[in-house]
Nanobody, 124 residues
Framework: QAHLVETGGGLAQPGGSLRLSCVSSGRTFGDFAMAWFRQGPGKEREFVAGINWSGRSTFYGDAVRGRFPISRDDTKSKVYLQMNGLRSEEAAGYFC?????????????????WGQGTQVTVSS
């Protein structure tokens, strides 16, 4: 499985934006579907957004659809999450997951590779 490292978290004001990045050390990044999940305090990890191996298919959780576009750059082995219009309830640890099968899954066990996460705080 690939080693994943997330960056880009930090403090944003309500309504503000952050861009998360996840870089993979794997040699076959282009074969992987990638996704972002998040986990707030006392909450289960939830699916945020996913992109398939080719980049031609994306899927979003209902809460973020239209605000958090996901993209990938296979030349850099990176996946991005542009978070716009952040809300206070979206403060959480954000985790990048990789699925070797190349298909977007909506649950954690569909992903065999995970990063350590990056913390997002939304506060005025």
């Amino acid at each position: 499985q690939a080693h994943l490292v997330e960056t880009g978290g930090g403090l944003a004001q309500p309504g503000g934006s952050l861009r998360l990045s996840c870089v993979s050390s794997g040699r076959t990044f282009g074969d992987f579907a990638m996704a972002w999940f998040r986990q707030g305090p006392g909450k289960e990890r939830e699916f945020v957004a996913g992109i398939n191996w080719s980049g031609r298919s994306t899927f979003y959780g209902d809460a973020v659809r239209g605000r958090f576009p996901i993209s990938r750059d296979d030349t850099k082995s990176k996946v991005y999450l542009q978070m716009n219009g952040l809300r206070s309830e979206e403060a959480a640890g954000y985790f990048c997951g990789g699925a070797r099968a190349g298909i977007i899954g909506l649950i954690e066990r569909g992903y065999g590779s995970w990063g350590q996460g990056t913390q997002v705080t939304v506060s005025s």
